[in-house]
């Protein structure tokens, strides 16, 4: 007996101490939530500028309306009030008000200052509203794909909107009301108010003159060619910030196709990070700049620069055949040096390269220029590209890389890993985002160029600038020659790749 009033008096106050000590702070919650409603109140979301404070992304004002149900002492009325009021369906609002247990339900969101004034003027017992932030993109469709775009909740969906959401969408505060067990204030209580934390604002990389004109570049090939796509990208071959980024077609942000899905869907894909393609000529100036490496290195098999290769249209590799794009009729590809090769965009040459380099060393490099691999860069669904294991590549697969076929990459990989061989070769990790800063002026992030590795050495970069440079002087870029500047590029059917 005296055991079992022992064990008894033992789980009273072990009981006593779970439910005190405990389980305190879990009661006190549940005791605060069934005495007080609470009034959502909603940050302003960060603001998104170009690297210069050009305004890209801002906040117009809104506001959500609530109802406490059980506060609402006319429901008929109020429902009808309210549906003129907001333009709301009034039998929606009737069935709410009356069927839906939830303390508060949503009435109408994103409703303007005047609709909410004469909401006001109403005086309606149980309905309150609260401040919500409508997103804004004043410059239309320009970088929609990069900027991205917000859900009806303020969530970020897409692109930068999306990445950087957690930094942009700030911490909700709550207006809190002391009401009794049914949700009906109580008279002379005193409302408690929790302030929201706006969020962080971001400063881009990207500079908006520039990206003005690479857009109105592309709306110019669109409408002279007619193409199902066109990309084109900006970076700084220093830093490898991003400068411009663009893709047609496009879209306005102001004017959200959400109800097409597949059509926004294609619109709002960033194809020159998300998309792969066999980049084709322009990739001859990675073999160009792997050749030249090498042979600076005192490595036999590759190629001197004044090495003339064989004036053969054609290649045999393991049984298969490889042309130029050139019939080389009247002497054309006769006689070349690897700069007329880069000029005459000759494929034999650099099925050459890569055959006499080798698989092992070639992979080598393409591993260094981030081939087959993320970059890294601050931005969602960013594709790995496509490249053989190197244990399957043939000989007829290595000589088809060497002049941009049998390999995959996107955009960006291709524009870094060429930059990467006119700037001493250094590789960095791109990016998108230049600063996050409060509006107080407080500087949380300020990100500065990050190394990733070296992929050739400067003099290769200097040799190679210098033969890229007479590709569009005197060789197949001439389009792209401007007087009175040093441009160097690399001609091929998708993209038309260039470095100044």
Known sequence: MLMAITFLFLFIIGRYFY?????????????????????????????????????????????????????????????????????????????????????????????????????????????????????????????????????????????IEKYYDEVLKGKRGELLYETDLVGIDLDGAVAAYLPAEDGYNISLTIDYGIQSIVESSLQKVAKEYNPTGAECIVLDPNTFEILAMANYPSYDLNEIPRDDI??????????????????????????????????????????????????SRTRAVDGTTVKCWNNHANGRHANQTLSDALNNSCNPCFTDIALSIGKETFYDYLSAFGLGKRSGIDFNGEAYGLLM?????????????????????????????????????????????????????????????????????????????????????????KKAYIEGYKVGGKTGVFPLACAN
């Open 389 to 477: 294991p190197e244990s399957a590549v043939r000989n007829c697969d290595l000589a088809r890389i060497g002049f941009g076929q049998t390999v995959a990459v996107t955009g960006l990989q291709l524009a870094l890993a060429t930059a990467s061989t006119i700037n001493g070769g250094y590789y960095y990790q791109p990016r998108l985002v230049k600063k996050i800063y409060a509006n107080d002026g407080y500087v949380k992030e300020n990100y500065q160029p990050v190394l990733k590795n070296r992929t050739v050495s400067e003099e290769t970069s200097k040799r190679l600038a210098t033969m890229l440079e007479g590709v569009v002087k005197d060789g197949s870029g």
């Open 262 to 311: 597949n059509t926004l869907n294609k619109l709002s894909r960033n194809k020159i990070i998300s998309d792969v393609y066999e980049p084709g000529s322009t990739f001859k100036v990675l073999t160009a700049a792997i050749n030249i490496e090498e042979n600076l290195k005192g490595n036999s098999k590759a190629y001197s620069i004044n090495h003339v290769f064989s004036s």
């Open 19 to 159: 439910v005190q000590i405990i389980w305190r702070d879990w009661l006190v919650y549940k005791a605060l939530d069934q005495w007080t409603r609470e009034l959502p109140i909603v940050p302003a979301r960060g603001v998104i500028t170009d690297r210069n404070g050009t305004v890209l992304v801002e906040n117009n004002t809104a506001y959500t309306v609530f109802a406490r149900s059980n506060a609402v002492k006319e429901k008929e009325k109020t429902a009808k009030l309210l549906a003129q009021t907001l333009g709301c369906n009034e039998d929606t609002l009737y069935e709410k008000l009356t069927t839906v247990k939830a303390s508060e339900v949503t009435v109408a969101k994103r409703i303007e200052k005047d609709a909410i004034s004469s909401l006001t003027q109403l005086s309606l017992d149980g309905v309150y509203y609260s401040r919500d932030n409508l997103r804004s993109y004043p410059r239309g469709s320009s970088l929609c794909q990069v900027l991205g775009f917000t859900s009806s909740d303020n969530a970020g969906v897409t692109g």
